[in-house]
């Protein structure tokens, strides 16, 4: 028979059997919650701290100047679509 590594050398008794759903499902408890809410905050306040560190970034509005020459207005020059065809 194989030794088992989680069991003393000594020891004879059979291990416990838990079926595979059992053995798969995590314990929900207090610490879990607290971790879970802790995380949460702490995620808040990231995104919080990250929005106002840029606000006035994006706040800011860029000056529209406009094309000034005809090879810059040429660039928003979109290409005319063709007529719908009838059948």
């Known amino acids: 028979m194989p030794t088992d590594i989680h069991?003393?050398?000594?020891?004879?008794?059979?291990?416990?059997?838990?079926?595979?759903?059992?053995?798969?499902?995590?314990?929900?408890?207090?610490?879990?919650?607290?971790?879970?809410?802790?995380?949460?905050?702490?995620?808040?306040?990231?995104?919080f701290g990250a929005w106002t560190y840029r606000a006035k970034d994006l706040a800011a509005v860029e000056v529209n100047n406009g094309a000034t020459t005809p090879a810059e207005a040429q660039r928003y020059d979109t290409p005319p679509q063709p007529a719908r065809q009838r059948p």
């Open 7 to 47: 069991q003393p050398a000594g020891s004879e008794a059979p291990p416990p059997r838990v079926d595979a759903t059992r053995a798969r499902q995590g314990r929900w408890g207090r610490h879990v919650f607290w971790v879970l809410v802790v995380s949460t905050v702490l995620a808040a306040l990231a995104l």
